[in-house]
């Protein structure tokens, strides 16, 4: 039962951190989308007034994202390690354990009863840890839901300024379209995140 929970814990870390990277990439794509409608509404000059400032808000939104990840890779490699220290000690305790079956009725075969102790009990606080740790994590992707969310909101009024800058419409809308495509994307991956972590946590 304890390896094959090893097992989950491995594999819900994996999936995480390959979801993490891919939030990553998508918010960097807005942060160079942010850019490019920047250079755009400059060209446009009044006829984009109002997208401009929208430009500032998305690349905010890039770089909270961007720092939030960075923040929720730390945990993850932190589980990551505290699911390794767990798999190993959960080895050991095998090992205990079968050389205690194998010792019954040898001389010294209680000498082995106060480490296997020791181990289960040190498997039993690594995996609080973990726990605690997928807790507090959980906390940590709802914070990314925020600027995802934001940036939804932002798509729509960009596409409302985008509809006023004349030439610069279609270019304009792109942005909003981008930016929205991303958001949604975020969305969909940090969801993938909670959900592997939610599985762990009933499992307990």
Do not use: W
């Not at 961007?66 to 000690?89: D, P």
């Not at 010792?103 to 102790?117: E, H, I, N």
């Not at 606080?125 to 740790?133: D, S, Y």
């Amino acid at each position: 039962m304890q390896v094959n929970q090893t097992k989950s814990q491995f594999v819900a870390v994996a999936s995480i951190a390959a979801e993490l990277s891919a939030v990553m990439e998508v918010a960097k794509e807005i942060s160079l989308a942010a850019a490019n409608a920047k250079a755009i509404a400059f060209r446009a000059g009044e006829k984009a007034k109002g997208f401009q400032p929208i430009t500032d808000f998305i690349n905010e939104l890039a770089k909270d994202t961007i720092e939030l990840v960075n923040n929720i890779n730390e945990y993850a490699f932190h589980l990551y390690r505290l699911t390794v220290n767990e798999q190993r000690m959960t080895e050991a305790c095998r090992r205990f354990e079968k050389v205690g079956q194998l010792a019954v009725g040898a001389r010294y075969a209680d000498s082995l009863a106060t480490p296997l102790q020791e181990v289960r009990l040190r498997t039993q606080i690594c995996h609080r840890e973990f726990i605690i740790q997928v807790s507090e994590l959980l906390i940590k992707l709802a914070d990314v839901m925020h600027p995802a969310r934001a940036a939804r909101v932002i798509a729509a009024n960009s596409r409302i300024e985008a509809s006023q800058a004349g030439e610069y419409l279609q270019s304009l809308q792109a942005v909003a379209e981008s930016v929205d495509n991303a958001a949604q994307i975020i969305n969909d991956k940090v969801h993938k995140c909670r959900s592997a972590l939610t599985i762990i946590n009933v499992a307990e």
